[in-house]
């Protein structure tokens, strides 16, 4: 069973930026696409990133150019850099891979960008 601890989510002004991880537990990871979620309060959750098993990325058009998602395989961890962080990226955000009937989640990391 795949288990996903989030990690580096905190406070920070507008402008500034984070590093969230996601730390895997099992092999699968490593054949697996791995996204990145997040859920604004009030809203529903939405897809942030997506990288593949072989590298390729792809992200929400409210994102490109200021995220990045990346993955090591050798330390079955995926990362999603933010930077020039806004208000409106405050949410929780949760790792996420396609394994099982519902997907496997995290347990979510908070990020609160100030304006």
């Known amino acids: 069973q795949v288990q996903l601890v989030e990690s580096g989510g905190g406070l920070v002004q507008a402008g500034g930026s984070l590093r969230l991880s996601c730390a895997a537990s099992g092999s699968i990871f490593r054949i697996v696409p791995m996204r990145w979620y997040r859920q604004a309060p009030g809203k529903q959750r939405e897809l942030v990133a997506q990288v593949t098993a072989g590298g390729s990325t792809n992200y929400a058009d409210s994102v490109k150019g200021r995220f990045t998602i990346s993955r090591d395989n050798a330390k079955n961890t995926v990362y999603l850099q933010m930077n020039s962080l806004k208000p409106e990226d405050t949410g929780v955000y949760y790792c996420?891979?396609?394994?099982?009937?519902?997907?496997?989640w995290g347990q979510g990391t908070q990020v609160t960008v100030s304006s």
């Open positions: 996420n891979a396609p394994i099982g009937a519902l997907g496997t």
